[in-house]
């Protein structure tokens, strides 16, 4: 399995943006399709975006579409997320996540078998 370490999170006004960033161990790092989760506080935890393995194909979940861009440097065995036009319904504790079998549109938690220890994102109104 494949060991994962976000980083990025913090305070943030409304408007603002953030760079999560997750890094992974392993030399089989591009075979995995790779996600961000978040979980709010008495939240069930949620499907934010996740990209495949070559990063031609990404996905959103409608909630953050056209704010959030995921994107992954193999060589650097990192995945991201630049997170702009921040709200504060956008606090949460965000997950980096991976999954080793094919790409689809839609996920859920039980999707991804690797997760990292989460950051903290917190936007102030």
């Known amino acids: 399995q494949v060991q994962l370490v976000e980083s990025g999170g913090g305070l943030v006004q409304a408007g603002g943006s953030l760079r999560l960033s997750c890094a992974a161990s392993?030399?089989?790092?591009?075979?995995?399709?790779m996600g961000w989760f978040r979980q709010a506080p008495g939240k069930e935890r949620e499907f934010v975006a996740a990209?495949?393995?070559?990063?031609?194909?990404?996905s959103y979940a409608d909630s953050v579409k056209g704010r959030f861009t995921i994107s992954r440097d193999n060589a650097k065995n990192t995945v991201y997320l630049q997170m702009n036009s921040l709200k504060p319904d956008d606090t949460a504790v965000y997950y980096c996540?991976?999954?080793?079998?094919?790409?689809?549109?839609?996920?859920?938690?039980?999707?991804?078998?690797?997760w990292g220890q989460g950051t903290q994102v917190t936007v102030s109104s």
């Open positions: 996540a991976a999954r080793r079998s094919y790409y689809k549109e839609s996920y859920s938690t039980s999707d991804f078998g690797s």
């Open positions: 392993g030399r089989t790092f591009s075979t995995y399709v």
């Open positions: 990209i495949s393995w070559n990063g031609r194909n990404t």
